[in-house]
């Protein structure tokens, strides 16, 4: 069994796979100041809440873009399940060939969607992942990491409002009924979904321009569902898009014996 971490900004997704099929998965806060055996510890009752033996799992891989962090879960896993977890960052095999300034710079997350992307797909790609920050990323027909955009996220923009603006109370985030709101907090929840939703349309379709073939957009990240339905150019919201990349790639770089 493979357990497969996404350490992001705001949240740490983990997942369970037995081969190619996600068994379980998990949300948690990401916290900078836990330490490697509180990790541990969480990893572990995760698991076991599954009714699952930890010694099941005898593989793992982590993507990260908490560097502080890295060495924390990196010593959690190998702790938890006997054996170090693969890191995705230089040296990993991806298959994808990454036609940038400087690989190293790509959040590892941005590799993982898509490596993942084009493996399902096998077409040009913007993959629009919804997290603290949002990113969008390109990937030609051939398989090709382009580059792409990054955002301040949708939550960042709303942190920003209220705290500039005193009379302004906080809203949850979904659809209000109309975009002409008529109080306050549909006002607020048309301006930051359907601008939001406006900024992300205006990004891909410049993206879908210079790509200039057939192309498929995906949604992916904590806060991809609020935009089904509200944005024109996202055609698929995929929330495990990250964790099945890091399958993939888990899998390219181990050898098969080793593989769950």
Do not use: C, W
């Not at 923009?157 to 009924?177: G, I, Q, T, Y």
């Not at 210079?210 to 055609?235: D, N, Q, W, Y």
């Amino acid at each position: 069994m493979l357990l497969a971490i996404d350490v992001g900004n705001t949240n740490t997704v983990l997942g369970l796979y037995e081969a190619k099929t996600l068994l379980h998965h998990f949300r948690i806060a990401t916290n900078r100041s836990a330490t490697s055996d509180e990790m541990s510890e969480l990893m572990l009752s995760l698991v076991e809440r599954k009714k699952i033996d930890p010694r099941q799992i005898d593989g793992s891989i982590v993507a990260s873009v908490v560097p502080q962090l890295n060495r924390v879960v990196v010593e959690a896993a190998t702790k938890s399940f006997g054996v170090p977890p693969v890191i995705v960052g230089p040296g990993i095999k991806t298959g994808m060939p990454i036609l940038i300034d400087n690989p190293n710079e790509v959040g590892a997350d941005r590799i993982v969607n898509a490596v993942a992307g084009f493996a399902r797909y096998q077409q040009a790609l913007v993959i629009v992942d919804f997290g603290t920050g949002t990113t969008f990323d390109a990937v030609d027909d051939k398989g090709q990491y382009l580059g792409g955009a990054i955002a301040p996220g949708i939550d960042i923009s709303m942190d920003a409002l209220f705290a500039r603006a005193a009379k302004l109370p906080r809203v949850e985030l979904k659809r209000p009924p109309k975009v002409i709101g008529k109080n306050t907090i549909h006002a607020l929840q048309s301006g930051l979904l359907f601008g939001y939703a406006g900024l992300v349309d205006e990004i891909v379709s410049r993206m879908k321009t210079e790509l200039s073939v057939p192309t498929k957009v995906i949604a992916t990240g904590g806060l991809a569902f609020l935009f089904e339905g509200v944005s024109r150019t996202l055609e698929i919201v995929d929330e495990f898009l990250t964790l099945d990349g890091l399958r993939i790639l888990y899998g390219q770089n181990v050898p098969t014996k080793k593989q769950p």
